[in-house]
């Protein structure tokens, strides 16, 4: 009976070792948390273009003012025509007699008309047309010069009719030296468009800059 007991006893406090010696599971550990995105940078180099208002070159700024000169004169031109019309319409008779002397006078007064209004309008249609090609040289348009050419040689033609018929006698001194004076600076402005500077700057169409935030900002 002792021993019987004894093993009893043995056999039921092995399993209670047993469970004191097994080890503690470990901790409980949370996972790591991921890392946040670094925040992108606000002085990029390659940062978006942007199109800012830039000066043009001088031989742009030559070239407007000359044909705005142009424009000027041309204008004074015009009104000083229109002023002395009826000092100058016995010269222009004359000019148109001189063609055929046998037409009454009442058909080379009507003629003398028509060669005048012929001139005066062709004197408008010149500034009307330079308005036009200015603005479309300011806008960078491709074909202004094309126009501005053909309306410089059609100036020289009007200046060419107007020496003939209409600049006659002393009245006649001032316009023409007006006309020269237009021609001159219409040429001239044609001749600072073509400079390089000026063609680069109207093939670019548009001023774009790239750069930092802050410069961009400042641009703007």
Known sequence: ???QEL???SGASAPQSQVRRSPAPPPYEPPPKAAKPERPALHDKAAAPVMVKMPPPAAVRLAQISWVLSLVVGAIAVGYLFIIRQSIDPDIEAI?????T??????I??????VFWCVFGAMVTVLLVQITTLVSFNNRRNNARWWMLGILVFLAVTVLAARQFVAVGDRGVPLDRLLLIQLGLSALGLLFSVIPAALRWTARKHDIRRGTTSG???EL
């Open 1 to 3: 009976m002792g021993s």
């Open 96 to 100: 148109v007699r001189e063609v055929d």
């Open 102 to 107: 046998t037409r009454p006078s009442e058909t």
């Open 216 to 218: 961009t900002t400042a």
């Open 109 to 114: 007064s009507s003629a003398a008309d028509i």
């Open 7 to 9: 093993t009893r006893r």
